[in-house]
């Protein structure tokens, strides 16, 4: 039996992620499935590429979290290094890769939300 490594972050992240982060990232992998319609052999190669490119960016913004755990979140007056920017960076690329694999489109609902507000409003209004 492999001796479970301690990864450490030191100008880049470990290839070898925590048992507790694999599992983590392996449950989260069956939930997009599920989602996506449930069996990975239906799915086409863009959006395997995407669940893939998902299931890497959770991985290391899941190592910087730890890292931050046991580093703490500052060092001296300054946020951790890689809280700084990077951490944020990874955020907004999960955000974008579950965007385009799910076709969530923030936009559409909000334009929609307008125009129904303005349709109530034209109720007491009586204007056009």
Not at 23 to 49: F, N, P, Y
Not at 105 to 121: F, G, Q, V
């Amino acid at each position: 039996m492999k001796k479970q490594r301690k990864y450490k972050l030191h100008r880049g992240y470990s290839s070898v992620k925590p048992l507790r982060v694999r599992r983590e990232l392996s449950v989260v992998r069956q939930g997009l499935i599920k989602d996506l319609g449930g069996v990975e052999a239906e799915l086409s190669m863009g959006q395997i590429l995407l669940l893939n490119g998902v299931i890497s960016t959770l991985g290391i913004v899941r190592c910087m979290e730890d890292y931050a755990r046991e580093a703490g979140v500052f060092q001296g007056k300054q946020l951790t290094v890689c809280l700084q920017r990077n951490y944020t960076t990874y955020r907004e690329t999960l955000r974008r890769y579950l965007i385009a694999l799910f076709g969530i489109e923030r936009k559409k609902s909000a334009n929609k939300a307008i125009l129904i507000t303005k349709e109530y409003l034209k109720q007491f209004d009586g204007s056009e």
